[in-house]
């Protein structure tokens, strides 16, 4: 098996190519042509995850683009990096410049809808679409779910991360993420659990973990921040999710302005089992 998760990421590799935005060398994959689509990518994921909507996305005409946040998949992992929300949003906006993008339309998911809505806030005018999939936003009442809370603690976090070895990581992550288990062979899931302790055994994503910004400013920023955007909205949301909840859901309508989300048969990772149902909805706006 580890042949093959070698094998994997290789593919993954050679799909995309190597970039550096503000000093950090990292990884991007793009398909399509037409006009941008930006997928910001969560925890403990990279762009590994978006490589089944990609192609989705290039069949309707759209330039899908996935690139690693620091400290996860391919992109470096700088011991003196701000990790926090905010210093990867600075990062991303790099990245965005780097790569040529001047308006794009924006996909976040997970700790990349924090992460996607600081850059929209700060570069409305860039944005020309945003799609936000199981995200968080209602910061002080987010409460991270039981696989991620050891990882905020330390000494406990750097123990829970050494004992994810492919088999129960597969067994979690089929559990809490994946409503299709067929979708997914258990070759990607141990993709996704390499690429994350990939070079530095995971330190640099225990770190995110441990600098989420939930404080009552922080939801101030977002709320007030999105609040009358120029540019049309969408949620998407796998309504099984057992690690980001309907209350969550409800705040990022609240905070987008919309009124109806379009609820999928999914868990967490809806990319995985769902991109052509993704694809449909972030195109319906694009």
Request: with cysteine; charged share 25%.
């Amino acid at each position: 098996m580890r042949q093959e998760v070698s094998e994997v990421i290789a593919r993954h590799e050679a799909a995309g190519q190597r970039f550096e935005a503000a000093g950090v060398q990292s990884f991007v994959r793009e398909e399509g042509d037409g006009a941008p689509v930006v997928l910001m990518h969560g925890v403990p994921v990279s762009s590994f995850i978006y490589r089944r909507l990609l192609p989705q996305l290039a069949a309707r005409g759209l330039r899908g683009v996935a690139f690693d946040l620091p400290g996860l998949g391919l992109a470096e992992r700088p011991e003196d990096f701000d990790y926090s929300w905010s210093g990867l949003a600075r990062w991303a906006g790099a990245a965005i410049d780097e790569l040529g993008i001047e308006r794009c339309h924006l996909v976040v998911h997970d700790i990349g809808g924090p992460v996607g809505f600081e850059w929209a806030i700060r570069n409305p005018q860039r944005v020309l679409s945003l799609t936000a999939l199981n995200s968080m936003i209602d910061v002080t009442a987010f409460h991270r779910p039981w696989p991620m809370q050891p990882f905020s603690i330390r000494g406990v976090g750097e123990v829970w991360l050494r004992s994810m070895l492919p088999l129960p990581y597969r067994q979690a992550y089929y559990l809490t993420s994946i409503q299709d288990r067929a979708a997914v062979p258990a070759v990607e899931v141990d993709a996704h659990l390499a690429l994350l302790k990939r070079v530095d055994g995971g330190r640099a994503f225990l770190k995110i973990m441990r600098r989420f910004e939930l404080t009552s400013e922080k939801k101030r920023f977002f709320f007030e921040g999105l609040a009358g955007h120029p540019y049309p909205a969408r949620v998407v949301w796998g309504e099984r999710d057992r690690m980001i909840g309907p209350d969550q859901r409800q705040a990022v309508m609240q905070a987008l302005g919309v009124g109806n989300a379009t609820l999928l048969p999914a868990k967490h990772f809806l990319q995985e089992d769902h991109p052509s149902e993704v694809a449909d909805a972030i195109a319906s706006i694009a």
